[in-house]
């Protein structure tokens, strides 16, 4: 990580729905560039109801603090340190088809639908089919 990048002022943020269910917590140094992103890529983001801004002297600092966050006060949607990352899997169950850029964030649920639930998962592109993840005994079944 680039020092300036280390040392600028970032923001540690909370989403929460509209019974105060904290949602995210994550890191920015652009909360509203952050939060259209959500609201392209989140499936959850539609429950969003309130938005909470904590800003830190140092990137550093904001990591620290959203460790800690993740950790003691369990969001429902974050992955990374939780103790419920399968809730957004369970939320918003893959459906059979799901846009590239949709699959660059949910990527771990498709495998796990292909894998695990032996579901087939196509990819679109601009509304068209462009490629699919398939079970394994459905891509073997193809080759013989």
């Known amino acids: 990580m680039p020092s300036d990048l280390k040392s600028r002022r970032t923001a540690l943020y909370r989403l929460t729905d509209a019974a105060g269910q904290l949602l995210y ?5 652009d909360p509203d560039m952050r ?5 392209t890529t989140s499936p ?3 429950l969003v109801a309130e938005r909470a801004v904590d800003w830190h002297s140092t990137r550093p600092a904001a990591e620290d603090a959203e460790t800690t966050a993740i950790k003691n006060e369990a969001p429902l949607y974050n992955r990374a340190g939780s103790a419920t990352p399968q809730a957004l899997a369970e939320a918003f169950p893959v459906q059979s088809e799901i846009s590239l850029s949709q699959l660059r964030h949910r990527l771990a649920d498709v495998l796990h639908a292909s894998a695990i639930e032996d579901r087939i998962t196509f990819v679109t592109s601009s509304g068209r089919r462009i490629a699919a993840f398939v079970p394994l005994s459905v891509a073997d079944a193809a080759r013989h």
């Open 25 to 29: 917590v994550g890191i920015t140094g």
């Open 35 to 39: 939060f259209k992103a959500h609201e």
């Open 44 to 46: 959850w983001w539609p």
